[in-house]
């Protein structure tokens, strides 16, 4: 079983990530790709600020790989996300799994993707035409 979590400040590689997923056990991968949208809240946007408590984001991170773990059969996980400034359509987030069959592959990435949102100590800002906001994803 093969995990891979980070936090970066480069642009995601989607080619590199899935590569991470191959497994020659498993008959499934998940991949699951968050992108910067160019609209939301009724409002056009330009870009999306990131950032993160980066050692507290990582922590939480491994912790859910390991409860995907012990929760399905999975071979790989890959899990991440990117900070500072994004332009609409970069991707921002790759969730992965891998596994012998496709019904655990599919649910451990929903609950990844899910968790994270929830949980993991990252903040996003979006930018508009005239101002800018934060928006929590946290409850």
Not at 122 to 136: L, M, R
Request: aromatic content about 10%.
């Amino acid at each position: 079983m093969k995990t891979h979590i980070a936090i970066t400040s480069e642009a995601i590689n989607i080619y590199n990530e899935h590569l991470k997923l191959v497994n020659p056990r498993s008959g499934a991968i998940c991949v699951f790709i968050g992108t910067v949208r160019d609209f939301n809240r009724e409002k056009e946007v330009n870009e999306l600020y990131f950032e993160a408590y980066e050692k507290m984001a990582l922590l939480t991170m491994e912790a859910l790989a390991h409860e995907a773990k012990g929760t399905w059969p999975l071979h790989n996980i890959v899990m991440v996300h990117a900070i500072g400034f994004r332009k609409i359509t970069d991707p921002v987030v790759f969730i992965g799994t891998s596994s012998a069959h496709r019904d655990a592959a599919f649910q451990a990435s929903r609950f990844l993707i899910d968790q994270l949102k929830e949980t993991v100590p990252i903040w996003k800002k979006e930018t508009y035409q005239n101002d800018s906001a934060w928006i929590s994803t946290h409850p």
